[in-house]
């Protein structure tokens, strides 16, 4: 059983679904079909699976990695 970070609820990696969709998309045929079934498949809101979507065109990542790098120390004031 995946985690929403890394994997996704029921099972399915992520990147799996992500990837299915990015092929979809290049090939023209995606539509909010498509993402309903997913989201409802694995569990998250449309919208996420939007997000996600969005977020493998801007990276071209579909894992899913953090983004958030925490804080460093510096000597600036």
């Known amino acids: ?11 399915l ?4 679904v992500v ?7 290049a090939a023209g045929e995606l539509t ?3 993402v309903r079934a997913v989201a409802d ?12 979507l969005a977020e493998a065109n801007a990276t071209g990542e579909v894992d899913g990695k953090p983004t958030r790098r925490g804080y460093t120390m510096s000597d600036r004031t």
């Open 19 to 25: 990837r299915r969709l990015v092929e979809r998309q």
């Open 13 to 16: 990696p992520r990147g799996l």
């Open 41 to 52: 498949t694995v569990g998250v809101s449309v919208r996420t699976v939007w997000r996600w």
């Open 1 to 11: 059983m995946g985690d929403i970070g890394g994997g996704v609820g029921r099972g």
């Open 32 to 34: 909010s079909r498509h």
